[in-house]
């Protein structure tokens, strides 16, 4: 088995200490994700911005472990605010709606009230 980090070059990664994501065999683990552009670090005040943005992290990391959003198994939506649930079906419906994956959502405070969604998935290469 081989275990790979892979990193986002977000500076929560760095401060916190953890991996975007880790390659662990064929699964992928991919930590909560939000809407952070990591080049500019900066994040949209719209939360169907932010849930498109969270997407193409995911995928740039997925992408870097050799998957694609189609290798999703998994996935755990975290929004602080139900309102926001609701409006960002179909950007998820967009990215995910042939996939679709095993699905928690959970209503929860995250790190920043600037995030309006957190996004973490769980991915398996095929062969």
């Known amino acids: 088995m081989t275990r790979r980090l892979i990193s986002s070059g977000s500076p929560f990664e760095r401060d ?8 662990d065999g064929d699964w ?4 909560g994700t939000t809407g952070y552009d990591y080049a500019t670090m900066e994040i949209a005040p719209d939360v169907v911005r932010q849930c498109e943005q969270t997407l193409k992290n995911i995928a740039a990391a997925l992408a870097e472990a050799g998957a694609r959003l189609s290798d999703i198994v998994r996935v755990r939506y975290i929004v602080p605010d139900p309102a926001d649930w609701e409006p960002c079906w179909p950007i998820l419906r967009l990215y995910l709606g042939e996939v679709r994956p095993a699905a928690t959502l959970i209503h929860a405070a995250l790190q920043n009230p600037a995030m309006r969604i957190e996004i973490e998935v769980t991915a398996r290469l095929r062969s």
Do not use: Q
């Open 16 to 23: 916190i200490g953890y991996s975007r994501a880790v390659v």
């Open 28 to 31: 992928i683990f991919v930590s």
